[in-house]
């Protein structure tokens, strides 16, 4: 069947996504997508540091290219880096880069970490951002801190397709610390964002919703004059007779051309040309 055809395929991309993800570490890696071309696979790498992805003289990209290819048995793949727009908006590099500062700086800072992180994200634009870090932070006992500013949706089908989520692990001495962050991005439609008209857009709107309206009437109208002549019982017509054409008058100096009937020609009777011989002639014989 072409679903499980379809669900091979997402999950080839998944696992690709994990392998590339633990391959490369503190590079801002985002996301990897697959594409199919001509020539073989093409691998799309998304990063906010292009640069370390690519390494002195290609190096990394070289062996990234043998070990995906000899791990997934793709066909002749080739590694693109696309480098992301907005790095702050994105949750995996949020997350990734908290890890890193955690693991450099220890969990003592762990406070102004999430503060500073909350304000560069909000400050590029986000509705809202929650952010959880789990463990031993900052005592010997597991706890959870959370950091949250701005509006985030908890429940329906915004939180799930307008909400950005990412999980990743901090490798510490005294343990492992998860990290768990969310940011709603501005460009999520909100189901109860409602906004006002101004006097002035209202008029500016009335012509339209008014053309409109007659546009939807005339079609109205036209359906119904349809459906009721349709309903009207058909007359049947009598079969018409053809009319004879007249005949062609004939121009000077043009023969007559035979009727025909039923394809044949009429044949005209011969005249019989009597001859009468003259009374002088007669008179002479005798």
Known sequence: MI???FVAE????????????????NVGYSKTKLVKTPLGEKVVIFASRPGLIVGRKGANIK??????????????PEIEIAEVPNPSLDA????????SYLERFGTQKFKAIGHKI????????????????????????AKTWRFYQGYLKKSGDVSVSGVRRSHKQA?????????????????????????VLSAEQEAAQKPAEES????????????????QDEKKPKRKRSPSKKA???????????????DTEGGQQKEQPKEEVKTHENEGTEGNEQ
Do not use: C, W
């Open 3 to 5: 679903e499980r055809k």
């Open 10 to 25: 997402k999950k080839k991309e998944f696992q690709v996504h994990e392998y590339i993800g633990e391959f490369l570490d």
């Open 63 to 76: 062996q990234l290219t043998k070990s995906v290819k000899g791990r997934f048995n793709l066909d002749n």
């Open 92 to 99: 995996d590099i949020i997350a990734e880069k908290i890890a």
């Open 118 to 141: 909350m304000t560069e994200v909000m400050g590029a634009g986000a509705l809202g951002i929650e952010i959880k870090i789990s463990g031993k932070v900052p005592s010997s006992r």
């Open 171 to 195: 490798q510490l001495k005294t343990g492992i610390v998860g990290i768990q962050v969310r940011i709603m991005p501005p460009d999520t439609k909100l189901p109860d964002d409602i906004s």
């Open 212 to 227: 409109r309206a007659a546009e939807a009437e005339a079609a109205a109208k036209d359906a119904e004059e349809k459906k």
């Open 244 to 258: 004879a054409k007249p005949a062609k008058a004939k121009e000077p100096g043009q023969e007559a051309q035979p």
